[in-house]
């Protein structure tokens, strides 16, 4: 499952907990296609039916079933840079079955 760093925690319940916004916003991650490694980050009111529900300290994330396939072995990292624009970082999780070519254990 897809965790957050402290990082991305702090951005996302900075972006999510803004006054106005409702209990329980989160950022919802989509692929649209399985095939195309490109990812949609979208700050939403509620998850979508379906979608995987991620929470860390407060911050919630909400994954589109294709999203939730293709991060599931992932770190979610992110940085805020001096304009105060966010970006989002995928890393592989430690031990996550991929070193030396080895296929992942389920």
Do not use: Y
Not at 50 to 62: I, L, M, N, P
Not at 67 to 73: N, R, S
Not at 75 to 88: N, P, R, T
Not at 96 to 101: L, P, S
């Amino acid at each position: 499952m897809l965790t957050l760093t402290e990082n991305a925690t702090l951005v996302i319940k900075s972006i999510t907990g803004v006054d106005g916004a409702p209990e329980g916003a989160g950022v919802r991650i989509s692929q649209d296609n399985p095939a195309d490694p490109s990812l949609a980050v979208t700050t939403t009111e509620s998850p979508l039916q379906g979608d995987q529900v991620v929470e860390e300290s407060g911050a919630r994330v909400f994954l589109e079933p294709n999203a939730a396939a293709a991060l599931d072995d992932k770190i979610l990292d992110a940085a805020v840079d001096d304009k105060g624009g966010v970006e989002f970082l995928l890393v592989p999780q430690p031990g996550a079955g991929r070193e030396n070519g080895s296929t992942p254990a389920h």
